[in-house]
């Protein structure tokens, strides 16, 4: 059973526009959320983050969303760049502490010319 | 600031036998995490060290196994290979078990079972 899924394989967007990843999670208990970013032949790194308390992050083009009530957040990037193609896995912990990171299967975006 | 550190980057072994992949984690982080990320399918969560002690483990046999040591270095142990072993094994370190402390990760160990 999946508790954290991207239901979107890939997503192409077109360099300079907005890039919108999704993520559902089914565990009401996860409490913290992050959003890491992983190139082929490299391990993931972290973008950003946002606790259950608030419903908004903002880090540079990089925006994360959180709506507990429909247990889904999104990850914004504006504008998008070439750099930014790459896989996005959406990762979940719950209690506080990041034993275990659930993470989702990714979003491997796209960034065309 | 040096990130996690793994090795060997890429191990062959042959079904049956055992493997050992060793990770370092950035000064100062105590926790190191070991995931799995076989073809097709997310990181799978293996196992948690903090202060020289499992502290959680994932839904993997037994064969799974580690240990951290006293400079908070770690080691995964992948006792009688099977094929299916075969996938990227990642080390992630982090402070500890706070609150809002992301992993971070090292480039991984490419396993392949033959």
């Known amino acids: 059973d999946q508790q954290v899924k991207q239901n979107s394989p890939s997503l192409s967007v077109q360099e300079g526009r907005i890039s919108i990843l999704n993520c559902d999670y089914t565990?009401?208990?996860?409490?913290?959320f992050l959003w890491y970013k992983k190139y082929p032949a490299e391990g993931p790194t972290f973008l950003i983050s946002?606790?259950?308390?608030?419903d908004k992050n903002e880090d540079g083009r990089f925006t994360v969303f959180l709506n507990k009530s429909a247990k889904h957040l999104s990850l914004h990037i504006v504008p998008s760049q070439p750099g930014d193609s790459a896989v996005y896995f959406c990762a979940a912990s719950e209690g506080g502490g990041a034993d275990g990171l659930t993470f989702g299967k990714g979003t491997h975006l796209i960034i065309q010319p | 600031e040096a990130g996690v550190t793994q090795s060997p980057t890429h191990l062959i072994k042959t079904r049956g036998q055992q493997a050992t992949l060793r990770c370092s984690p950035i000064s100062g982080h105590t926790s190191v995490y070991w995931y799995q990320q076989a073809l097709g399918l997310g990181l799978q969560f293996l196992l948690w060290y903090d202060e020289g002690e499992e502290r959680n483990r994932g839904n993997f046999p037994p064969r799974f196994s580690g240990r951290q040591f006293p400079n908070y270095s770690s080691e995964l142990n992948v006792n009688a290979l099977e094929l299916e072993d075969s996938a990227l094994y990642l080390c992630a370190s982090s402070f500890g078990a706070r609150y809002n402390s992301p992993l971070h990760f090292g480039n991984g160990t490419r396993l392949t079972v033959t």
């Open positions: 565990n009401s208990m996860f409490d913290y």
């Open positions: 946002i606790s259950s308390i608030k």
